[in-house]
């Protein structure tokens, strides 16, 4: 039986839950994924476990998310933990720490993935993802430890991260790229498989008819509320209205369409079955658009060991 964590906001400081009970999934087929990551991988995730049980899988989450974290922050509070088991630092995953997490049983996969700014920056990767892949697989000799490859920010993001110690990308696309790259330059290292959700935001980012385009009526000098700008397609957050009436912006996490294409990534790369067969659809996606994202998840991870 699964139970998972339904999404907190955006900004806030993730803690871990552990999404199943192991004496309710007794199903000698349920596969069991441990997320190390942050809030992308929870956009990523956040409608799996629909997708998963519309595909007739049974699924048990666990998660070790802190808001805004990088491998390098994961592996020092793994680090404090080793130090001294009862420093508060090495425990922020809700009073564990991630021995304690990962020791909660048999995983299957566990995950890892790079902090969104940092993605398309090579050098923040070392040593930190080689050090939690030992420690994983130190604890969990079965797992299969994989990278969730994040996707770029929304092609009018104020900023694009950083590529190198002191530049960052220009634009959308650089910042895919160079994300792209330092993805798979350290998995062909550490010999792990991607999951390549950030190439299925790129695809559909890219293409002419399905990607976002910025509305260039919208009024944003002075907007009114509560009228927002047109944002068809998007499949980052985006404009919304606070609650101190403000027209805030988040180009960086996933929209609803976004974390739906990520969950579709997911199920196609763990279970290695197409998505186009998945019938449930979020109630804020389109159909049309379902139908395409569907596809484009199926196309790039069928391409993505090319």
């Known amino acids: 039986m699964l139970l998972y964590l339904k999404k907190t906001a955006w ?7 552990v999404c199943a009970s192991y004496a309710q999934s007794a199903a000698t087929d349920t596969l069991h994924l441990f997320l190390i990551g942050n809030s992308f991988s929870q956009n990523a995730t956040r409608y799996l476990p629909q997708i998963v049980a519309d595909g007739g ?15 390098k922050r994961h592996w020092e509070h793994a680090e404090a933990a080793e130090a001294d088991s009862l420093d508060p630092k090495g425990r922020p995953y809700n009073g564990k720490s991630l021995r304690m997490l990962l020791s909660n049983g048999k995983w299957d996969i566990v995950t890892i993935q790079q902090y969104s700014m940092h993605s398309a920056a090579p050098s923040t990767y070392d040593p930190y ?11 969990q000799p079965q797992a299969e430890v994989v990278f969730h490859q994040t996707w770029a920010y929304r092609t009018d993001a104020d900023g694009f991260g950083q590529i190198d110690d002191d530049k960052t990308a220009q634009n959308e696309k650089e910042m895919w790229e160079k ?23 790129w695809k559909v980012d890219s293409d002419s008819k ?32 606070t ?3 403000k027209l805030g912006f988040d180009s960086h996490h996933a929209s609803e369409a976004g974390c739906y294409l990520g969950g579709l990534v997911w199920y196609a790369f763990l279970f ?7 019938s449930f659809v979020p109630e804020k996606v389109s159909p049309d658009f379902a139908e395409h ?14």
Do not use: M
């Not at 900004?11 to 839950?17: D, E, K, T």
């Not at 899988?57 to 491998?71: C, M």
């Not at 939690?132 to 604890?139: G, V």
């Not at 290695?272 to 998945?278: A, D, G, K």
């Open 210 to 241: 399905w990607g976002y385009r910025k509305d260039s009526n919208f009024n944003f000098a002075n907007p009114q509320q509560p009228a927002l700008p047109d944002q068809t397609h998007s499949l980052h957050a985006g404009y919304r209205w």
């Open 129 to 139: 993802a080689r050090k939690l892949f030992d420690y994983i697989k130190a604890l």
């Open 243 to 245: 609650n101190d009436n």
């Open 272 to 278: 290695n079955e197409s998505p186009t067969r998945v």
């Open 179 to 201: 994300s792209r790259a330092a993805y798979r330059a350290k998995a062909k290292e550490l010999g792990i498989r991607v999951i390549p959700v950030g190439d299925a935001f």
């Open 11 to 17: 900004a806030c400081v993730l803690s871990l839950v």
């Open 293 to 306: 994202l569907k596809e484009v998840a199926e196309e790039t991870v069928a391409r993505s060991g090319k």
């Open 57 to 71: 899988h049974a699924l048990v989450i666990g998660r070790a998310e802190l808001g805004g974290s990088p491998l």
